[in-house]
């Protein structure tokens, strides 16, 4: 209980939210280096947070009557979200100071998006997770427009906000359809209300569409993916490394608790909508990547692959189901992480490294380098030992155990034809030969240094001590 | 018995080779560096693994050397490795292959040695891996890790299409062995299990034998591989390099094998017994026709990838047979053609050093300037033809007799391919060989160096002790067998 007004402060989002505004002050006022210092902060406000959020402090209080709920399943995405968030804002700095990009607001923005995001996942009613969306996707708007002078960053800060809104529209009009019908805006109640009832009416279905809509826009899922490549070419490399890495995880730590609270005994019906989604993101995620020139776009059809394999896990809808979306949402996290990692350090001919054939000799001037973005490749085409195979393993496990041997053997399918375009990365940088030697150089700060160690060391090593990740993902309830 | 963990040993002493291999620079002086801890490292593995064989229980049809830990909390995954009379001759194999391989890659290689030589020894710890796994999921994870150093090996160092070929060989033995992984999550989702002893026990309906009986086929038919999913390995085989291949016909090819022996048979047998016509039909399409595709060849490592075909078929006609003659014909066929076929690369790889061309026409009368080769290549020529007195013989004539058992059809079958076989062998043999030297190019070529007798002699050496002496092999593997047939025709007979 509330024994003192002061610990409303150790509620981990209202310290997020309060430390965002110091940061935000903080940067304001600071003559030199305000980029740097404030990055620094926000980590540091960040790792505190997760301190928080592992503690459980004050989770009775957080609830405000729930609006948001509280749950292991959703301290683990927190976590996992605040994580991706930190690793890329580490990684990232670099890469800003590099391009001559400084402005301090850009670490505020990723609090503020985190801050979002957080709120996000323990949603419980239909309107703080709107209003959650919404915080995280107006920062996002404006961190894929923050470099005001490229007319490619511009671009894609508008194509994302003008697809965002639309979607933001449709999802709203769900809720509403979804108020209307059942009369409550919370997620236990709307259960309740519905457990009433052997199957949804018209309006219901309209609106659960609607939301699907809205939601498959957020995590990206296929037809609904049309921002993510152009979104992802057109921002600054580091602003894709965080797209990729950490609203992904509450987008799908979102449509996992929309459809398993509120809609839980109607499975039937929105199953066949994740069906339809999964299958249609893994295969498109892995033929369109085939034929991509750009690093950037190439990795942006890579993670709708991903959403697909995580979104059949959401279809087996049973614990191995959830267990298997953590685990799969860990591997994914950890492998863009250090992809990121290695493409914000690299550089050819003092540009930015955009275009895959560049990689071309990277083999022979930077031999640790290729070994790792191999490692890394052969993980996200979930070739064993890696940890990406992992993740896949336990999605097939979550299928079968529900009997979805279609879908299982769809999945490998698609498998197989995105290992065709992560093979791709590898010959290019082993097979090809190349002519110009030399021009690709990498320059890695220390910290960048041991994040990508360390998401190394997990891909690599994961293998030989599963059971500490496994044992917690098994513990998670929704 | 040995009381320390020796197959855990055997697996990991290649993997524990590379990492010192990691450290060492590599620069013009210290690649000899580089050779040698390779070849040390793969030399300790090998005389490891003759303990095996030396201190192996005949009387005992089950795993030995057993050595079991749990891995996974949450389901029953344990890292569960163990050695019986099938897979014992398979780890040898691999480890007898794998030094020779180092020793013919030794001048041939000149680019990114550090990184070949991590490949092979990668490859090493996988295979003899794969072979001593007792659990299913174990079994999967090192036959799908296969895939990385194989890939990199051809496409690297491979010839003038080898990345074309890579990424086939890749992308087919992906795509039958992801069936496989479903097939692996269904036997654990009904019995909870994922060890191979357990499962061996514990049949399945009807229905679900049939479905996980077609997703082991696809692995294992693109592995060994069958006709009509051959057409990878012809393209592997030429543009890898020499020691690729004998690595590829000497041990990769035995996976399909070894997996048609212990799952289908082992864990499926009703599903067998219904879809046993289809893979003898299989077989002798893909002995006849790959044995007249092989006549019609023009490069000689393509005739001799054809052979391998041919010979597969041979070895799947004695697995589906499912009878004492059959099954060790099989497995003497498999490490027969381990050998000859491996022999057979590295003697193309011999005159491929010197003159840089495969072309059959290019060659002729080679038996004038190299006395020496025009033997030993002889020798494994024979052998592959499968001439009394070699490790060829034995396989095909217990496959034969096993054969008689149950089909004259395949008799027929099976002794035309052999005939083929000898057609195509010697044909091949006279056009390189025999004769006089027309081409000017081989005027002044060398006959085989010391090295190259190191590794050809060896090799030549245990292809006839192999079918002089076929007991040798035979006895260790008769019990592992038997307790294969005997589960199989009990479970049929219900």
């Avoid at chain 1, 995590?219 to 070419?233: C, G, I, K, R």
């Avoid at chain 2, 495969?358 to 033997?375: K, S």
Wanted: charged share 10%; hydrophobic share 55%.
């Amino acid at each position: 209980m509330l024994n003192n007004i002061y610990n409303i402060f150790f509620i981990p989002e209202i310290f997020l939210a309060c430390s965002s505004f110091v940061c935000l002050l903080f940067g304001l006022f600071l003559k030199k280096n305000a980029f740097r210092q404030t990055s620094n902060l926000a980590v540091f406000v960040l790792l505190l947070t997760i301190l928080l959020v592992y503690n459980d402090s004050e989770s009775n209080f957080a609830n405000y009557k729930s609006l948001f709920s509280h749950s292991s399943f959703i301290n683990f995405f927190k976590i996992l979200a605040l994580l991706g968030s930190i690793a890329s804002i580490i990684i990232s700095k670099d890469y800003f100071l590099g391009i001559k990009l400084k402005n301090f607001e850009i670490p505020v923005l990723f609090l503020f998006s985190t801050l979002g995001m957080m709120l996000m996942i323990a949603s419980n009613n239909l309107m703080s997770m709107y209003l959650a969306i919404e915080l995280q996707s107006l920062s996002l708007y404006v961190a894929a427009a923050i470099k005001r002078d490229s007319i490619s960053s511009a671009e894609s800060g508008v194509k994302y906000f003008i697809l965002g809104a639309l979607s933001s529209g449709i999802l709203l009009y769900g809720f509403s359809l979804i108020y209307g019908f059942t009369g409550s805006m919370n997620f236990d109640d709307i259960s309740f209300y519905l457990s009433k009832y052997d199957n949804l009416n018209l309006g219901l279905i309209f609106g659960l569409v609607f939301v699907m809509v809205g939601l498959a826009f957020k995590v990206s899922a296929v037809p609904f993916h049309m921002w993510t490549p152009d979104v992802y070419e057109g921002a600054p490399n580091s602003i894709t490394g965080f797209f990729a890495i950490v609203p992904k995880i509450a987008a799908v730590a979102l449509i996992y608790r929309f459809c398993l609270v509120p809609f839980e005994n109607f499975y039937l019906e929105w199953s066949q909508i994740i069906l339809f989604l999964s299958i249609a993101s893994m295969f498109l995620g892995a033929i369109a990547a085939i034929a991509q020139s750009n690093i950037k776009r190439l990795l942006a059809y890579s993670s709708i692959g991903h959403i697909g394999y995580i979104l059949i896990a959401l279809v087996a809808a049973n614990d191995d189901g959830i267990k298997a979306a953590s685990i799969y949402m860990f591997s994914y996290m950890i492998m863009n992480v250090a992809i990121f990692a290695i493409l914000l350090s690299l550089k050819v001919k003092n540009e930015y490294l955009i275009n895959i054939s560049d990689l071309k000799g990277l083999s022979r001037s930077n031999p640790i380098v290729s070994l790792s973005i191999s490692i890394i490749m052969l993980s996200m085409a979930g070739i064993p030992p890696f940890i990406g195979f992992f993740g896949k393993f336990y999605v097939f496990i979550a299928a079968i155990e529900q009997e979805l041997y279609v879908l299982s053997v769809l999945g490998v399918l698609a498998s197989v034809i995105s290992a065709f375009y992560y093979l791709r990365i590898i010959k290019i940088m082993y097979f090809d030969e190349s002519k110009s030697e030399g021009i690709i150089n990498f320059k890695i700060s220390f910290q960048s240094k041991i994040i990508l160690f360390l998401s190394l060391f997990l891909i690599i090593c994961f293998i030989f001590y599963p059971s500490l990740l496994i044992n917690i993902s098994a513990s998670l309830t929704i | 018995m040995i009381d320390w963990p020796l197959v855990s040993v055997i697996i990991f002493l290649p993997l524990i080779g590379a990492l010192i291999i990691l450290f060492i620079k590599e620069d013009e002086l210290t690649s000899i560096n580089i050779k040698w801890a390779a070849l040390l490292t793969t030399l300790g593995t090998f005389i490891l693994s003759l303990i095996l064989w030396l201190q192996f229980d005949y009387s005992n049809p089950s795993y030995q050397y057993e050595e079991k830990f749990r891995w996974f909390d949450d389901f029953n995954f344990f890292y569960h490795v163990g050695v019986d009379g099938i897979s014992l001759f398979m780890i040898l194999l691999s480890t007898f292959l794998t030094p020779l391989c180092i020793l013919a890659s030794w001048n041939n290689i000149k680019k990114r040695v550090k990184e070949y030589m991590l490949s092979f020894l990668f490859l090493e710890t996988v295979m003899i891996g794969m072979f001593a796994s007792i659990d299913i999921l174990l079994f999967y994870i090192f036959f799908e890790a296969v895939l990385i150093p194989m890939y990199l090996i051809i496409g690297i160092w491979g010839g003038n299409r080898r990345i074309y070929a890579s990424f086939k060989f890749f992308l087919y033995t992906l795509l039958g062995s992801v069936l496989m992984l479903i097939a692996i999550i269904v036997m654990y989702r009904n019995t909870s299990s994922m060890s191979i002893e357990f499962l061996q026990g514990n049949y399945f309906s009807y229905n679900t034998q049939l479905f996980l009986w077609l997703a082991f086929f696809a692995s294992f038919a693109v592995k060994i591989p069958m006709w009509p999913f051959h057409t990878w390995l012809p393209d592997a085989h030429v543009e890898a390099p020499t020691a690729g291949s004998v690595i590829l016909a000497g041990v990769l090819l035995k996976m399909g094998g070894y997996g048609f022996i212990r799952f289908s048979l082992g864990m499926l047998p009703e599903a067998t017994e219904f879809f046993i016509p289809l893979i003898m039909t299989l077989s002798i399409v893909a002995i006849v026709y790959t044995s007249l595709v092989a006549l019609a060849q023009t490069d000689i490592k393509k005739l001799i990838a054809y052979s391998s075909v041919a010979h597969m078929g041979i070895v799947t006609i004695g697995i589906f047979l499912v009878n004492q003659q059959g099954l060790e014909g099989a497995m003497m066929q498999m490490i027969s053609h381990g050998l000859v076929s491996a022999a057979l690369f590295l003697c193309v790889g011999v005159i491929y050093d010197r003159m840089h061309t495969r072309e059959i026409e290019f060659y002729g009368g080679l038996v004038q300037r190299m006395p020496l080769y025009a033997t030993v290549f002889m020798i494994f020529m024979l052998g592959s033809v499968g001439l009394p007195g070699t490790s060829g013989f034995i396989g095909e004539f217990l496959v034969i007799v096993g054969a008689f058992k149950v089909s004259s059809y395949v008799v027929i079958g099976a002794a035309f391919g052999i005939i083929l076989s000898a057609v195509y062998m010697l044909y091949l043999y006279k056009r390189i060989i025999f004769g006089t030297i027309t081409n000017n190019k081989l005027a002044d070529i060398l006959d085989i160096n010391t090295r190259e007798k190191i590794i050809l002699i060896p090799l030549a050496i245990s292809v006839i002790l192999l079918g002089i002496f076929p007991n040798l092999f035979l006895d260790p593997m008769r019990l592992s067998l038997e307790l294969i047939i005997t589960n199989y025709e009990i479970a049929n007979a219900k």
